[in-house]
């Protein structure tokens, strides 16, 4: 809406007064499309957890009363919806109506609109996303639709809701002490017959998301490093434990194996890790079966090749286990 | 006729054999060594560098000394190795310098050499994690036999360690493992009945060398060809 010709002054504050108003009226839409979304996200959690009991409880008598509910949820989600279209559709129409070419004049304004850009102030983003009801209500049904990413939900909530940026804080660290616990338990009760223990797990923190785990086998000789952020194996190293005996000061694991045998090994295990770990698998049961994949290269020196029946190939043992039945085979055989 | 000796030492941390070849394969043990290497390199083995092997004994002046036996490794170039004759198997491992000490000795007329030196030269490959030196076996310039020493590096437990190397040594070489077991040496033989009793079966460089000593003097007590 253009304003009339007069005044110039009196021209100025009328344009200005419209605009207030027009943005009194913005305001107020907007109020209500919060008001509105809020409602719309308390019946989709409301729907989501009726959907669960039906799945726990599949009998005919709570089909009946839940279908009489879930049509009104579903009433009240259109109606909401509805609302919400029309909220918008006013507001645009009034964005159309203010006035733009009067800000132009006025250098206070465009001044404080600079404040408000993120470069400057830094804290908008953070403050939006925390006064942000919706996002919280949003972590609430996560675990709703996907059950298993326990861990994922609980250090992203953690890292929503607080002012602060904080860095990643994964509790996966009791969780692989438990996992490590579980197999050595296991391992434990299938050795009771022999007196010495042949192999050697523990972890190393180097924060709270990432661990090595140094797995050795004292019969094959082999010292293998599981580095896991979370609880995903990111990197394996394979060394000869002789290695860390002559160079117990000065030992560095962080450097890659010169041996053939070691470092084909290592990347049968990081090929494992990512069979045992699809998508949607629970962590803790991929990280347990990894572990006991690694326990088979005992037999190393010691086991030939299920297809050749030799033990050495072009001067290397047979490296390949099995996934599923662990029997051992040279890479060349495995064809 | 020439006889020519293969000995077969797993340095680093396993162990050795003996094997005795039909005399009448070769006409000089230069051109057995040659044999060898080709047959190495033909495998798949890279040849790296040299490598040798030194021996020298002091005999005692005084007669209730015992002789000293000082070996010295291009594998270990800061170590030297010393063996008193009966003293248990018992090796001592020292810095290099104790060769000085021992030409000191030797100047104030403590001891004297006059066995003659034995020297192992020849070259050292590589296939896979094996590590193989094949050298020729000398005394003040006569040849006396072949020496192929064979080891798996990334390993120190010795009894896996042994199947592991006799598999080598019979998928390479092709040498038969009744043959490989029955010439093995007396020191490699009482290593190998007194781990039965050990728990911890580790290989150290001087059961190797204790090898190379035991070979080199029965070669040296050997009648030229």
Redesign the interface.
Known sequence: MMPGTGNPAMNIQARQNQNDEILTRCLNITQRLRENLQVLLNTTKQAANIETDEQSLSSSTTNLSSNSVNSSIRNNIDRKLYDMGTSLDQLVAHIEQYDFKLLQNQQVLISHYNELSYEKQGILMDEWSTNAKWADKLIDIFPLLHPSNQLYRRSNQRNTNSNIRLRIDGPSSPFIDRIVAQFDTSQQQQQQQSA?KDYSISVQRLSDHLNIIEFSL????LDIYLYIRHCTVEHVIVK????K?QFSNNFNNKLL?N????DIIAGHIRAAAVYYAPFGAQADQALGKLLIYISKFQTL??QKCVNCQ???L????PTWRDFKTYECYHEECLN | MLAIKIILIVLHFILYSVIQLPSGSFKSPAEAAESYLEKLEKGGAKKTRPFQVDLVSYSPSITNSKTVHVLSHSEYPASSFAFAEQSNSQMLVADNTFIALMNKLKTLRAFETRLPKMEARGTRLEYQDFVINLGTVSQSQTTKGLVLEVAYVPMDETRDGYCLIQEFLQSFLNMPKQMIQKLITEQLSHWIRSLKDKKDAEYTPSITLLQYMDILIHMRKQPNE
Do not use: D, I, V, W
Request: proline residues 4%; glycine residues 8%; aromatic residues 8%.
């Open positions: 010495t004292f019969r094959s000789g000869p434990l002789n290695e005996k194996t041996y053939r045998a070691l020196h010691a030799k033990h050495l072009n001067g290397l043992q």
